[in-house]
RNA sequence: GCCGGAGUGGCGGAAUGGUAUACGCGCGCGACUCAAAAUCGCGUCUCGAAAGGGAUGAGGGUUCGAGUCCCUCCUCCGGCACCA
């Protein structure tokens, strides 16, 4: 017989299949379900890996599997072609990065084939190819178009020597990965996508799907939903302001947009607001508009002036006359005379072009704020930019609940008009404790107030805060530890709208701009902000008294019996000459804490404490330390007394003054057990939430749960449940929060999706003309950034200059290309239609296979290719693009095959397995079964790669291989069972995807067979097919070898019969009192007396003499008798 | 700190609440061989001469019976991290 020769068995049949064609699937088949397998597509960087072999090789196992079962089974690959490898290289070698990215993608296809996974690579999908991004730019215009798209100034990392923005991964300890200088925040207008806006329904929709707890867990944690409440604290500062006039736009009336809305805001805060109907609005005239207000309008040094659009233009007007008011807010003023809307029409273009006085404007007033809208559609960001230069004043980007701030409530206007700062809260039930605000440092406020000048008594060192804290940012704020610091606002006191009191403002980089309203309130019940106050001398103040209820353990509240009220002390106490604290047991329901018990008639706490101490131990000179702050509700049930008890507790620290011992009830000294620990000790001690709390206020903790309010008007004697509903919707309303973020799209690089926009000065940005697409990437020199800030494209002068679509006048391509996330959160459903020219995929291929039935990948993926690309098919599902909101019925992530050492694979370690190398020297069957048998796939880990482990595969197959010499020949009875349950157990686990067991299984029946040394025809060939999908080139050799025509791979996997899986005899334990004793052999089908009867005989020895008191019988599995002991 | 996951032989791991350590590796002994490799056979948690006993990170609980369920704690891994 041949010995076992991989290389040429894998070769022949890799050939043969191809020539078979075996692995195309079609979008439908008969009387055949689909499945839809995925895998996610790799980058092609080059070179295989083993992580690649363990990505699409074990799957495999599955999709042929489910083949067998009759399935008809889609399982596609692909390339996930653009992104930064490809264009560091391009950079390095001066290669192209196209030439560069086909030629890896071509080595890695060849090395993929080797693997033997049954890939249809009719449906390759490569996202470089402009037939793929085509597409990936008509998707990215129709959620622009669906109004998901926008731009806004992020903060981006730019490295000053090299003049280019860089990824995140080419900042390494804050300095440029190449030329090592300090990355500095740069803002640019960025694109992004409203991922937020599905932030709600992200997480909601997790509940109904079928995925691993960790995943679901790890995504809800990232988009990070805080349900809390928003609640405006108005500022005293005396800026002599007494009266608002509001000026609206052109087409508009005081009835319109957000006027009503912000008139009743004003009015509410006590101002007096003048609010007229300018005339004319269709055709505004400035100069009328400006002598109508004259006219009906007070205007003087305690008045404010917003002007929104064309009432911005009216208000300079007014100040241009020698108007003297307090402050003015020019909200989307326009001021050029160019517009992005070519609708406005000429009477505002001619108002704004004659010009305007800024020196004498800017004397009228004692302060100025500009407002733009981020999203405007009709006043260029530019003449908010002119205007803040001009008059030399603060510039607040803003975001329009409707474009050009046109929405019913436009916070973001009011805000820059009053003093006011909102606060996002998740306890407003402690609201009344608040005591002082904290701003972040980018809080647009601080900004504002800075601007001014005037406002802030500390302006200076304010402004060298909030300087120092954007320099910072992550990279220092995580390296300075966690002290926290900050400025008090001087000259600002907020107004705490609970009690009207003035507390102080503080501006510390513990709070985070992007989360919530970038504020907070400061109370007695968080952690941080009494660290804080602490720190800085803040006064606090507690409202909420902590209410503990015992749910576990002895004394555990009895749910539905009435509660007996009582006054209660808990006492710690120190000891008279060490420094350790006096320890009790209470031995009953074993609660471990201090002393305590109830206060008597008339008695007062601190006589109710000394007298407890000498009760439960005897000890007669306590003397008070001090109290331990308010009472501690606790809910539990009483041992002594026997029912439910709500005990008021109050916490108090003794010291002993000696020794002094009085005598003990002994009732009382059987209960209690006295320990001295120390403070350490005595932490670990404390096993009742009740007790720590006042163990923790002895240590300056703060409480920071839930309880009962105290000292907050109507809301006091609430629990903090009841509370924080109301007090969130007194106060404020309530809202939810999210620490996701919108999604950055834009990319300063060459090797990506050109973004299909086109700037044009007069019409705005304009999306590219779906017939225009592809906007194909132009040909440049050289990949190297371009200077400004800009990707490499804005090289490619031709390719960025063109005709503006709509006026057909000089207009400019965008220059940024995607993000490779957006390339990858829609290329499973073009594997449903890969060829086609005409739609992204066609509808009713994607009903063919969509939803993917299981998506198997990395866990680094979990938060955001999956993420993303649940967000993408949510919108398309919104856009009707889709038939299904969620794109993957069942998400699995895949474990890490580290390097024999146990450590990550990595070239500068040197242990970076080369499956190339292993696949020449023991196989690809070897390989792929050796990845499966390493651990369970369906479970996160790691396993390091045991080189002699594959060795045992590898001579599992070649016993196999040995087995054909005596196997299929003559049946065997006796292993038919077991073939059987082989059957069973290998389809089980493979649907488990737990391939190592699977494999066990094999080999327990390739051992039995070892035994035996006969095997019939049949029983071979059904072996054979279950060998199949783990090591299919070497089944399909020995399939062909038995006689067999047809491939094994296109088989029906084989039936067992569950009456075969039954023998006649079976083994039951013996247990006695739970431990097995021994076993006996009996029938299948013995009843329970049989049973129970044959294991008496086989344990008669240890029975002997003892009384059995219980005899449990598990039918087929055990027999336990509970004796006396 | 918070959220998740996991702790079982020398190693990877197996075990619907029912005989813990399947399968594989490694190791030991033996067969074959002049010898080695390969291959095959036997053994391999631990204490004990045996009879027996003890072990699934530690401690407690529920149960006739716990690796598995519950509570407390410890360790490791992953994620988030001053998130109000």
């Known amino acids: ?135 990936t730019q008509w998707l990215f215009l129709q959620f622009f178009k669906a109004g998901l798209v926008y731009r806004k100034e992020t903060a981006v990392n730019w490295c000053p020597k090299d003049k280019t923005v860089l990824a995140n991964e080419q900042v390494v300890d804050g300095k440029c990965e190449r030329c090592d200088s300090e990355v500095v925040q740069k803002q640019m207008l960025q694109w992004n996508i409203k991922i937020t806006d599905y932030a709600e329904r992200l997480i909601n929709d997790l509940d109904a799907l079928d995925w691993p707890k960790e995943i679901k867990e790890s995504q809800k944690n990232w988009i990070g939903r805080s349900e809390g409440a928003e609640i405006d604290f108005p500022l005293s500062i005396d800026s002599g302001v007494k009266r608002f006039v509001l000026l609206h736009g052109r087409e508009a009336t005081p009835q319109d947009n957000f006027w009503p809305w912000i008139k009743a805001e004003l009015e509410s805060k006590g101002y007096e607001v003048q609010i007229p109907t300018l005339p004319n609005t269709n055709e505004p005239n400035d100069k009328e508009q400006a002598d109508y207000v004259e006219k009906h309008c007070t205007l003087d040094e305690s008045t404010a002036i917003i002007g929104h659009s064309f009432g911005g233009i009216v208000a300079l007007r007014l100040l241009e006359r020698g108007h003297k008011v307090q402050r003015v807010t020019l909200v989307s003023a326009p001021v050029s005379g160019k517009f992005l809307d070519t609708k406005v029409r000429a009477s505002v273009t001619a108002a704004a072009k004659k010009g305007f006085d800024y020196k004498k404007i800017q004397k009228a007033a004692k302060g100025f704020v500009v407002m733009y809208d981020t999203t405007d559609k009709i006043v260029p960001v530019s003449d908010a930019q002119t205007l803040a230069k001009e008059l030399d004043c603060i510039l607040i980007p803003g975001k329009g609940s409707e474009v050009h701030f046109t929405g019913k409530r436009e916070p973001d206007v009011l805000m820059a008009s009053i003093p006011t700062i909102r606060v996002f809260t998740t306890r407003p039930d402690t609201l009344f404790g608040g005591t002082f605000l904290v701003l972040a440092p980018e809080h647009p406020w601080v900004k504002l107030a800075l601007a001014h000048k005037t406002v802030l008594k500390n302006n200076d060192e304010v402004q060298q805060y909030v300087n120092q804290a954007s320099k910072k940012k992550e990279i220092e704020r995580l390296a300075a530890g966690r002290e926290k610091t900050g400025v008090e606002l001087k000259g600002v006191k907020a107004v705490n709208p609970t009690t009207g009191k003035e507390i102080p403002v503080w501006v510390a980089d513990f709070a985070i701009a992007t989360f919530g ?79 305590s018990g109830g206060m008597n008639e008339g008695e007062d706490a601190v006589a109710a404490g000394k007298r407890e101490i000498a009760e439960e131990t005897g000890y007669a000179n306590a003397k008070l330390v001090r109290k331990l702050g308010g009472t501690i509700h606790s809910k539990y049930f009483s041992d002594n007394r026997k029912k439910n008890t709500f005990a008021h507790f109050t916490p108090m620290l003794f010291k002993l003054e000696d020794a002094t011992q009085v005598d003990i009830a002994p009732d009382e000294k059987n209960r209690h057990e006295v320990s001295w620990l120390s403070e350490k000790e005595m932490t670990a001690f404390i096993n009742h939430e009740d007790w720590r709390i006042a163990w923790d206020r002895l240590q300056g903790r703060p409480y920071t749960g839930k309880g009962i309010l105290y000292d907050s008007a109507e809301f006091s004697e609430m629990t903090s449940e009841e509370a924080i509903p109301l007090t969130g919707a007194k106060f404020g309303r309530m809202t939810k929060t999210y620490k996701l973020r919108d999604w950055i799209v834009s990319r300063q690089r060459y090797w990506g999706v050109p973004i299909p926009m086109i700037h044009c000065a007069k019409c705005g940005t304009v999306p590219v003309p779906d017939k225009e697409l592809p906007v194909k990437l132009p040909e440049v020199k050289d990949y190297l950034p371009e200077g400004s800030g800009k990707s490499p494209l804005a090289k490619a002068k031709k390719w960025v200059n063109v005709k503006c679509p709509k006026c057909k006048g000089k207009a400019e391509r965008e220059t940024d290309t995607l993000d490779t996330f957006v390339d990858s959160s829609w290329y499973f ?53 889709v038939k299904e909101p969620e794109p993957y019925t069942r998400r699995m992530n895949r474990s890490l095959i580290l390097g024999p050492d146990g450590q990550k694979m990595s070239k500068s370690r040197g242990n970076v397995i080369d499956p190339d190398e292993v696949v020449g020297r023991l196989g690809a069957d070897t390989v792929r079964m050796y990845l499966a048998f390493i651990g369970p796939y369906n479970e996160v880990s790691s396993f390091p790669w045991n080189p002699d482990s594959v060795v045992g595969v590898r001579r599992f197959l070649e016993r196999v291989w040995k087995a054909q010499e005596y196997a299929g020949k003559t049946d065997n009875a006796g292993l038919e069972n077991l073939l059987h349950k082989t059957i069973k157990k290998v389809g089980e686990d493979i649907g488990a995807m737990k391939f190592n067991t699977a494999i066990s299984a094999l080999m327990i029946f390739q051992n039995a067979l070892e035994k035996e040394k006969t095997l019939g025809k049949s029983q071979w060939e059904r072996f054979l097919q279950l060998l199949a999908p783990f090591a299919p080139h070497i089944a399909e050799e020995l399939w062909a070898e038995s006689g067999q025509k047809k491939s094994v791979h296109k088989t029906l996997w084989p039936e067992y019969d569950v009456s075969m899986l039954k023998s006649e005899f079976i083994t039951v334990a013996i247990q006695i009192n739970g431990k097995t004793r021994g076993e006996a052999e009996v029938a299948a089908d013995a009843d329970k007396e049989m049973v129970e009867k044959a294991a008496r005989e086989a344990v008669a020895s240890r029975l002997e003499g003892k009384k059995i008191l219980r005899t449990i019988v598990v039918p087929g599995r055990l027999v336990n008798f509970v004796i006396e002991e």
């Open 1 to 135: 017989m041949k010995s076992y020769e991989h290389k040429s068995i894998e070769k022949k049949w890799t050939k043969q299949w191809e020539k078979d064609v075996l692995y195309k699937t079609s979008d439908k088949a008969k009387g055949k379900d689909n499945y839809y397998l995925l895998v996610e597509f790799p980058y092609p960087s080059g070179n295989l890996h083993v992580g690649h072999w363990y990505a699409f090789a074990v799957p495999d196992i599955l999709a042929r599997f489910r083949r067998m079962q009759g399935k008809n089974v889609l399982y596609p690959i692909g390339f996930d072609a653009f992104g930064l490898p490809a264009e560091n290289a391009a950079i390095k070698n001066k290669l192209n990065p196209r030439k560069w990215t086909l030629g890896n993608i071509e080595y890695m296809k060849k090395q993929i084939r080797s693997m033997g996974t049954s890939f249809d690579w009719s449906r390759e999908v490569v996202t470089c190819d402009p037939a793929y991004y085509r597409w």
């Open 829 to 881: 459903l073009r594997y449903t239609d890969p060829k086609n020219s005409k739609q992204f995929a066609a509808s009713g291929k994607q009903e063919s296979w969509m939803p993917v039935d299981l998506y198997s990948g990395g866990a680094e993926h979990t938060t955001m290719h999956v993420l993303y690309s649940r967000f993408w098919h949510k919108a398309l599902f919104d856009l009707g693009l």
């Open 517 to 595: 309203t970038g504020a907070l309130f400061g109370d007695a019940h968080d952690e941080r902000d009494v660290e804080f106050a602490t720190k800085y001398g803040i006064p606090l103040k507690e409202t909420v008294e902590p209410l503990v209820v015992r749910t576990t353990g002895l004394d555990a509240v009895r749910e539905g019996e009435p509660f007996a009220e009582r006054n209660s002390v808990m006492a710690f106490v120190q000891h008279w000459s060490e420094d350790k604290y006096m320890a009790v047991k209470y031995k009953p329901v074993d609660v471990r804490g201090c002393v």
